[in-house]
């Protein structure tokens, strides 16, 4: 089983572009949050996944709950509490790319508090986005990641940086290195990678056996701890926004890591240039995919075959 551990929320996204004379687009809410998505993509693959966080009681709450029976994944790690639904209001760019406001005051994801310990028939565990930003919850999926870590757990962490969530930069990317020697694959954009200030030579050092970074319409690459680098082209797509695209790319490497053996820090050291390629693309193909939609909708296997 994999578990992907973080917020969901509901993102209000608009449904088209503003016309002359509206001052503002239809919105249309949508299930999302990062680790939301990578739970329901997981999901929708056929992979066996199981959603951690804490969910609040509303409305939106229910329909999150909802939206990952709909998708198989597992409810038995999700918290309960009577406060609010964390909104996402996205703004859309000319090319698709999506910015986002966040309302999260007194949230009911915020207040998560760490489990006992996850089942040993764990696999995976998956991480990312606001959830590693908003207190005291966020310091609650640290101490998991670290636990669950050193339980030999293979863990994968998307930092999905959102720069207004974050009020002190340099504390939080001090926090992110010290992640890193507890992750077994980094997976982050182009845009995280020069908000945090690093590169993959790096932060390999400091602990992940790989990192791949995404560069939107070009492509993805992985490197690795020997010195290999591997890129693959972005699949063509018609693309309507590209919310989801990143948490689809988490859930797509990992279940093809799975089918193939390959979760598990070793695993991923053994991976010649070839297997990465595919896996990759793999990944670029199921990113497309959901770029090609509305809101953080990803593939069904089938949509893949």
Same mark, same amino acid.
């Given at each position: 089983?994999?578990?992907?551990?973080?917020?969901?929320?509901?993102? #209000?996204?608009?449904?088209?572009?503003?016309?002359?004379? +509206?001052?503002?687009?239809? &919105? &249309? /809410?949508?299930?999302?949050?990062?680790?939301?998505?990578?739970?329901?993509?997981?999901?929708? @693959?056929? =992979?066996?996944?199981?959603?951690?966080?804490?969910?609040?009681?509303?409305?939106?709450?229910?329909?999150?709950?909802?939206?990952?029976?709909?998708?198989?994944?597992?409810?038995?790690?999700?918290?309960?509490?009577?406060? /609010?639904?964390? !909104?996402? *209001?996205? $703004?859309?760019?000319?090319?698709?790319?999506?910015?986002?406001?966040?309302?999260? =005051?007194?949230?009911?994801?915020?207040?998560?508090?760490?489990? /006992?310990? #996850?089942?040993?028939?764990?696999?995976?565990?998956?991480?990312?986005?606001? =959830?590693?930003?908003?207190?005291?919850?966020? $310091?609650?999926?640290?101490?998991?990641?670290?636990? +669950?870590?050193?339980?030999?757990?293979?863990?994968?962490?998307?930092?999905?940086?959102?720069?207004?969530?974050?009020?002190?930069?340099?504390?939080?990317?001090?926090?992110?290195?010290?992640?890193?020697?507890?992750? $077994?694959? &980094?997976?982050?954009?182009?845009?995280?990678?020069?908000?945090?200030?690093?590169?993959?030579?790096?932060?390999?050092?400091?602990?992940?056996?790989?990192? *791949?970074?995404?560069?939107?319409?070009?492509?993805?690459?992985?490197?690795?701890?020997?010195?290999?680098?591997? $890129?693959?082209?972005? %699949?063509?797509?018609?693309?309507?926004?590209?919310?989801?695209?990143?948490?689809?790319?988490?859930?797509?490497? @990992?279940?093809?890591?799975?089918?193939? %053996?390959?979760?598990?820090?070793?695993?991923?050291? %053994?991976?010649?240039?070839?297997?990465?390629?595919?896996? &990759?693309?793999?990944?670029?193909?199921?990113?497309?995919?959901?770029? =090609?939609?509305?809101?953080?909708?990803?593939?069904?296997?089938? +949509? !893949?075959?």
């Amino acid at each position: 089983m994999i578990v992907v551990a973080g917020e969901s929320l509901i993102d #209000l996204v608009p449904q088209r572009r503003a016309v002359d004379g +509206e001052p503002l687009p239809p &919105l &249309l /809410p949508r299930l999302g949050g990062g680790p939301y998505n990578t739970a329901v993509a997981l999901g929708r @693959l056929g =992979s066996p996944v199981t959603f951690c966080s804490r969910v609040s009681t509303d409305g939106f709450g229910e329909a999150l709950l909802g939206g990952l029976r709909t998708a198989e994944v597992g409810t038995s790690l999700v918290q309960r509490g009577p406060e /609010p639904t964390t !909104l996402a *209001v996205a $703004s859309i760019g000319a090319d698709g790319s999506a910015g986002y406001g966040f309302y999260t =005051s007194g949230s009911a994801d915020r207040l998560f508090e760490l489990p /006992p310990e #996850l089942p040993r028939g764990v696999r995976a565990l998956a991480f990312g986005t606001c =959830s590693l930003v908003l207190e005291p919850g966020a $310091s609650a999926y640290g101490a998991l990641l670290r636990r +669950e870590a050193g339980r030999g757990v293979f863990t994968l962490l998307d930092p999905n940086i959102r720069p207004g969530l974050i009020p002190d930069p340099d504390a939080y990317r001090a926090r992110f290195a010290g992640w890193l020697p507890s992750v $077994s694959l &980094l997976k982050l954009s182009e845009d995280d990678a020069k908000w945090l200030g690093g590169d993959p030579e790096r932060w390999l050092a400091q602990g992940p056996a790989a990192v *791949v970074l995404t560069r939107g319409e070009r492509g993805l690459t992985v490197y690795t701890r020997d010195g290999a680098e591997v $890129s693959v082209p972005a %699949a063509a797509v018609n693309v309507v926004d590209t919310i989801g695209a990143g948490d689809t790319v988490n859930a797509a490497l @990992l279940h093809t890591l799975d089918r193939h %053996a390959a979760l598990s820090p070793s695993a991923l050291r %053994a991976l010649d240039a070839p297997t990465w390629s595919a896996h &990759l693309t793999f990944a670029a193909r199921a990113a497309a995919l959901t770029c =090609s939609r509305t809101g953080a909708e990803p593939p069904y296997a089938r +949509e !893949l075959e």
